[in-house]
């Protein structure tokens, strides 16, 4: 396994995991799953954030990867992709 951390201009951190089969992606929001909404097109994760008076927008690119699976618990918002 290999990892990567980063932190976001807001401190959120930004970790990125390599494993044989995958790249999980966890990012520190501290939201709900119904406050958070992601999309993925291409290499591209765009993540809304419905903070109730505003509404924010994040861009972040991910490694090359097949299918994504995307996850929120606890305020982080995990990204899974198959290599």
Do not use: H
Not at 28 to 45: K, M, Q, R
Not at 53 to 66: I, K, N, Q, S, W
């Amino acid at each position: 396994m290999s990892m990567q951390q980063f932190a976001g201009g807001n401190e959120r951190f930004i970790r990125r995991y390599e494993y044989e089969d995958c790249w999980v992606i966890a990012v520190d929001v501290g939201l709900s799953e119904d406050e958070v909404d992601v999309d993925i097109v291409g290499s591209t994760a765009i993540v809304v954030a419905d903070l109730g008076d505003r509404v924010t927008e994040t861009e972040f690119e991910l490694p090359a990867g097949g299918d994504a699976d995307v996850a929120v618990r606890n305020g982080v918002l995990t990204i899974t992709l198959t290599k």
